[in-house]
Structure formats: C-alpha cells, structure tokens
C-alpha cells in the first residue's frame, strides 16, 4: 500500500483479555518499529524488526507484550491480560533498510476499561 | 544513552506570530534530527529532517538547522497560521545496535489562536 496501515484504528476491550493489533507496513520496507503513545506523554520504544535478523525486544514493558513478523512483512502486536495502564495509541513505522526516514500509521487506540 | 529535551508546551500563539520550539540532543556519534508533527486526530507525520551538521530542513514554511556546537535543533516558522496547531516531536535517529533507531522528544502543543 502507500502508506504503513494499521488495524484495527480504535479498540476497547475489558481488563484482563488479550488484544492483537496488526500492522501492514509500506511495501518493500524491512525495518518495522513498535512505539507506544500514552495520553500526555512523548513516544515510547516497543520493538524492532529487520529482515530475518532477532528483533530489538528491549522497549517492551513487560512479559504480557510480544510481537511477530511473518514472512518479512505484516506484523502482529499482541497484548496479554490487558490492564488499564495498557490504554494507550500503539504506532507502527516502518522504514527501508537504507534510509534513515521512518513513516508512521495513523495508530492503534486501545481503551482498557 | 541518547536522549532529546524539548520545551514543555503548550504554546499558545496569535496568527501570524513567529515560532520557535526548541529542541536539544544527546547522542553518540552523528544522528540525524527529524522533526514529527501530529494533527488533532491523525497519526504522526515527518515534517522535515536534518542528516549532518549544518543542514537545514525546511518544509511547509518551517525551518530547523542541525547545530553539532550546541546540539541543538530547533524549529521556526516565521508566521504562524491556525492550521498548524498540532503537538510537534523532535526525534534523533542514531544507529544503536546496528539499526537506527528513533528517540523522541516529549512532544510539543502548539496552539495558534484567530
């Protein structure tokens, strides 16, 4: 696609279930990132994929957050026994594996209630 | 480890005003700077970014030079319009760990008043 596309755009789930939220980053992008957005705070550091190196797992702030990158491309953020300091817009970016720019979807917003 | 420092927002301008934001880094070796901005209801778009010392980004009448003697990248606009009320992050992007990486800034409200 032309841009990073991010599904799904909103979600409200209730504490303790777990959420997926699915990245599609732009064709021919290698390196996708994970970043976290909470309500009146900057961005935070998830996770990083490039190709088939081990991804940069060391944003991820706890053990009920995992990621996976199939097949190079989409990529799935999950979400175990949400809490409600889960709540928070989940960004995913994605760049080429040489150049220094990194597009942005518009997010994720997960509403833990 | 690096790190960006952004001023605390928000700020608060008239139409037509002149915009600065200040932005200074922290990091090893030669990142490069970007500046993000993000409209009320959208995602986080690049709005202009400097690769070594001295350039100048510009974009949508905004400007902001990569100042290495005082690690600084601060961005301006010359005339603020309501449109660009939006919150702003600076971001340095450095190779850590064999990829670049992206560190922001707090972010920056900025609201332009008619």
């Known amino acids: 696609g032309a841009g990073v596309s991010q599904s799904p755009s909103n979600k409200v789930t209730e504490k303790g279930k777990d959420v997926e939220l699915r990245c599609d980053p732009i064709?021919?992008?290698?390196?996708l990132y994970w970043y976290r957005q909470s309500l009146g705070q900057g961005l935070e550091f998830l996770i990083y994929?490039?190709?088939?190196?081990?991804?940069?797992k060391s944003g991820l702030p706890s053990d009920r957050f995992s990621a996976e990158r199939t097949g190079g491309s989409v990529s799935t953020l999950t979400i175990q026994r949400t809490q409600q300091e889960d709540s928070a817009v989940y960004l995913c970016?994605?760049?080429?594996?040489?150049?220094?720019?990194?597009?942005f979807g518009e997010g994720s917003w997960l509403t833990v209630v | 480890g690096n790190s960006v420092t952004q001023m605390e927002g928000p700020v608060t301008l008239s139409e037509e005003a002149f915009l600065t934001i200040n932005c200074t880094y922290t990091?090893?070796?030669?990142?490069?700077l970007f500046w993000y901005v993000q409209y009320p209801g959208e995602g986080l778009q690049l709005l202009l970014k400097?690769?070594?010392?001295?350039d100048k980004g510009s974009n949508k009448g905004f400007e902001a030079t990569y100042r290495k003697e005082t690690t600084s990248f601060h961005l301006e606009k010359g005339s603020v319009q309501v449109s660009d009320s939006a919150v702003y992050f600076c971001?340095?992007?450095?190779?850590?760990?064999?990829?670049?990486?992206?560190?922001f800034g707090a972010g920056t409200r900025l609201a332009v008043h008619p």
């Open positions: 970016a994605s760049s080429s594996d040489s150049g220094n720019t990194i597009y």
């Open positions: 064709s021919g992008h290698t390196a």
């Open positions: 994929f490039q190709g088939n190196s081990a991804p940069d």
């Open positions: 990091a090893t070796g030669y990142p490069s």
């Open positions: 400097a690769t070594k010392a001295d």
């Open positions: 971001a340095l992007s450095g190779r850590s760990g064999g990829y670049n990486k992206l560190i």
